[in-house]
């Protein structure tokens, strides 16, 4: 999935740069008077980044021609399988091997990208909280008589401003400098505010903001925002010139605004320009036809829709190149070189998990394997449990898949099942032989997930199946554990009944007690120890933390903070004893 997203990342980088450069052509070389046309275009290509990337990552299940990734796999460079659980070999489906360079190059990627995003999306927040409270600490204005806008604006003025701007979201204000001065410069002024307000531009440019700050990796949206924003300035300066009949007096409140040095708060959609567009912004002041609006069938409401058309035709989808290049390359690896019985497996995943029976017994029929595995998704049982269609779970087991097949990082359908809480299923699993103690590292087992869940009836159904309650899987814990860190005491007491250890011990997961404890779990505590839980048990544990290599249920309820635990297990004689290793 990591791969996934980086490729879909160079995806919209492409697109977003070609589109791009049409944007900034366009805004070159179209007539002087296509402002809106301009805006519009730059602003729904910027808007488009997003659906980009959401169509990036969509599989399509009616394509077999894989796209070429952008960060390959390198999965020629290996030809071995590996086994998830050294001792079921037989029964574990090979996973296919990865070039040590790869995952750690695809997560370092997509580390780097979602720390740079919530580092902008933190600054955007603070933003937004400064504009919010430089309102709050402005103080109420009144206009005079003679200054008559078009719509009803709510003035106020504040010292920390030196320009005029728009701040607020539902309740926008136009914040005044406090020696704003209400001469014959002020109407146009305002109304150039006016018209960010009734176009909402602050909203706009705050989401602006929000996909820049998530996608701050694509450079073309850093060459399309001050587009947006100079031709957004100057739409709302025809509007003014065009209600006031003024737009020389505009042109000199901007010259005034231009030579004031404090800068406006970032979001603020402030008077003062910048002096890159001062000078575009004063010749069309001073033009001819500064107020005069006009306008093309070339707006955002018809650009929007046909740019995402084009885009939908033209994006290659990486969840459908991954799944195909792992089917292609999978069926490479059989000695006859063909990739048919791969592209059937992924077909019958497919139709298995859409609960399309004919087409599930179509594809059998045609030679495609029950018990096939699919990288990254599965098997055909799995998609079956995911889809929640029982009739075609059954159709498969009589078909002959194998209710064991485990997928790495996917379990085993009667997991899936389980951690679903679909008895009904996990009934059909168990008669047909899957078995309810095995384990999968990641993935648990399903007496674990069954734990952990809270199912009593499902516990019951995998205890006569021959489920062990102390079995476990090393950092997924057992079902004892399960059960305490979900907070179930009665699948607690129903494990210890059939034979479960209250003191049963996993590295990096503890014991029963210590995860009662953690989650302050005070009546799943009294079953345990009323079953013999030690209450002064002091354990090592795998993880690293402030509380040290050793546990026991008091030094978690400190390092916690968890009072009435911490009172609970005192009054029982609780102590951290020295590990008894």
């Known amino acids: 999935m990591n791969t996934v997203m980086i490729n879909a990342a160079g995806v919209v980088l492409m697109e977003l740069t070609v589109l791009t450069v049409l944007v900034a052509m366009f805004d070159k070389f179209a007539p ?20 980009l990337f959401a169509l ?40 296919p091997t990865i070039a040590n360079s790869q995952l750690p190059l695809a997560e370092t990627l997509l580390a780097l990208w979602l720390a740079g995003a919530i580092l902008m999306l933190t600054r955007l927040a603070f933003d937004v909280a400064s504009l919010i409270a430089l309102r709050a600490r402005s103080e109420l204005a009144v206009a005079p008589h003679h200054i008559r806008l078009s719509a009803p604006a709510e003035l106020r003025r504040s010292r920390e401003t030196a320009t005029p701007l728009l701040a607020g979201y539902f309740r926008p204000a136009i914040i005044l400098p406090d020696d704003f001065t209400f001469n014959n410069l002020a109407r146009p002024v305002l109304e150039h505010e006016i018209a960010h307000q009734q176009r909402r531009d602050q909203w706009t440019a705050l989401f602006l903001r929000v996909i820049t700050a998530i996608f701050w990796w694509a450079a073309p949206l850093y060459v399309l925002h001050p587009i947006v924003s100079r031709n957004r300035e100057t739409l709302c300066d025809s509007r003014a010139a065009a209600i006031t009949k003024a737009p020389r007096q505009l042109a000199h409140a901007l010259l005034n605004a231009a030579s004031r040095t404090t800068g406006a708060p970032a979001l603020a959609l402030a008077a003062k320009p910048q002096r890159s567009t001062l000078a575009a912004r004063i010749n069309h002041l001073t033009s001819a036809n500064a107020a005069i609006q006009r306008d093309t069938i070339i707006r955002l409401p018809i650009i929007l829709p046909i740019l995402a058309a084009i885009v939908i035709l033209i994006t290659p989808q990486m969840g459908d190149a991954r799944d195909h290049r792992s089917n292609s390359r999978d069926g490479a690896m ?9 592209n059937g497996s992924m077909a019958l995943y497919r139709a298995a998990h859409g609960g399309r029976m004919n087409e599930v017994r179509k594809l059998i029929r045609e030679g495609a394997d029950p018990s096939a595995y699919v990288p990254g998704e599965g098997t055909p049982l799995i998609a079956a449990v995911r889809g929640k269609h029982v009739d075609v779970l059954n159709e498969l087991l009589e078909l002959g898949a194998n209710p064991n ?20 299923m996990v009934s059909l699993l168990v008669e047909a032989g899957a078995d309810p103690n095995l384990g999968i590292d990641g993935d648990g087992n399903p007496m674990i997930a069954a734990a952990r869940r809270g199912n009593t009836g499902i516990v019951s159904i995998l205890l006569d199946a021959g489920g062990n309650p102390n079995s476990s899987v090393e950092r997924d814990g057992n079902p004892l554990i399960g059960a305490a860190h ?16 209250p003191n049963g011990y996993v590295f990096y997961d503890e014991t029963p007690l210590i995860n009662a404890v953690q989650k302050g779990h005070i009546s799943v505590a009294e079953v345990l120890v009323n079953a013999g839980a030690d209450v002064s048990l002091t354990v090592k544990t795998g993880r690293r933390d402030p509380g040290g290599p050793y546990r026991s249920p008091l030094s978690e309820a400190e390092r916690i903070g968890r009072t009435q635990m911490i009172r609970w297990l005192k009054d029982r004689g609780a102590e951290h004893l020295p590990p008894t290793e």
């Open 405 to 424: 097949l485990a997928a790495p990082g996917d379990g085993t359908a009667l997991i899936s099942a389980t951690s679903l809480g679909r008895t009904d």
């Open 32 to 51: 002087k008077h296509f402002i809106r046309e301009r805006h519009d275009f730059a602003l729904a290509v910027f808007l488009i980044a997003p659906v």
């Open 334 to 342: 059989d000695q006859d070189g063909s990739s048919a019985a791969s």
């Open 486 to 501: 979900g907070g179930h005491p009665g699948v607690a007491q129903q494990l210890l009944d059939a034979g479960a250890d």
């Open 56 to 95: 990036s990552v969509m599989p399509d299940s009616n394509s077999v021609i894989a796209a070429a990734p952008i960060i390959s796999d390198f999965r020629e460079v290996t030809a071995g399988i590996v086994p998830v659980v050294p001792d079921i070999n037989a029964i574990i489906a090979p996973a």
